[in-house]
């Protein structure tokens, strides 16, 4: 089935550590997208791709890094310069024909104790 | 950021009412979607509108996109419990490359 999915669904870490979070999607879509999501409020943009090997800082930006090496893959790091990193991440894509048209992943909690 | 104005924050409905919702902005926009989103999962595009006036509908489900292209507007006929969730506006300002979210509209149907 096509899709995209992100891992693992829950992950823990001591302050102070980064992380990764992983997003891979086989829809043949050119652009993807991190958010982030925190208790009843609306999604906040944090990096997007809308091509390999290029990136584009969002709102949040800091205390976060992306890569795009490959066309289905936009793994997200979060930084120990992060000072708030516990939320819920959400990757999305959108193909090249209809961009404004993003389909989410299923989201990673991060929490850091 | 940019901010949508989403209303209502929530709504307590009995199942076999409608349900209206709509995002506000000052800014003009040239595409406004709908998404639904279920506890702990990501959020699914219902509807994507392209043009001012344009009506659109999915299932139960319709959305226009304002005249004024300020706004947007999802109604939802005869809910069921299925109807559940968190609803977002997000659109495309006029000249960014990026969407905007509203903040959400959580319907909770009591059977």
């Known amino acids: 089935d096509g899709g995209i999915t992100q891992s693992p669904k829950y992950l823990f870490r001591k302050e102070g550590q980064n992380v990764t979070l992983s997003c891979e999607q086989n829809l043949n879509h050119d652009a993807m997208y991190w958010y982030r999501q925190d208790p009843g409020q609306g999604l906040r943009l944090i990096y997007y791709s809308q091509i390999v090997n290029d990136f584009q800082k969002g709102d949040i930006a800091e205390g976060y890094s992306v890569s795009r090496e490959k066309k289905e893959s936009f793994p997200l790091t979060v930084t120990s310069a992060q000072k708030n990193p516990t939320a819920f991440y959400l990757c999305?894509?959108?193909?090249?024909?209809?961009?404004?048209?993003?389909?989410f992943g299923p989201g990673t909690r991060l929490t850091v104790l | 950021g940019q901010q949508l104005n989403q209303s209502p924050q929530s709504m307590f409905i009995q199942e076999g009412e409608d349900v209206s919702m709509n995002c506000t902005s000052s800014?003009?926009?040239?595409?406004w979607l709908w998404y639904k989103q279920e506890p702990g999962e990501g959020p699914v595009l219902l509807i994507a509108l392209y043009k001012a006036g344009e009506l659109t509908s999915n299932g139960r489900l319709t959305a226009q996109f304002g005249i004024t292209r300020k706004d947007s507007f999802l109604n939802i006929s005869a809910s069921i419990p299925s109807d559940v969730g968190i609803y977002f506006c997000?659109?495309?300002?006029?000249?960014?490359?990026?969407?905007?979210f509203g903040q959400g509209t959580r319907l909770t149907i009591n059977p």
């Open positions: 800014s003009i926009f040239n595409t």
């Open positions: 997000a659109g495309q300002i006029q000249g960014a490359q990026k969407l905007v």
């Open positions: 999305a894509s959108s193909p090249r024909a209809r961009y404004n048209e993003q389909f």
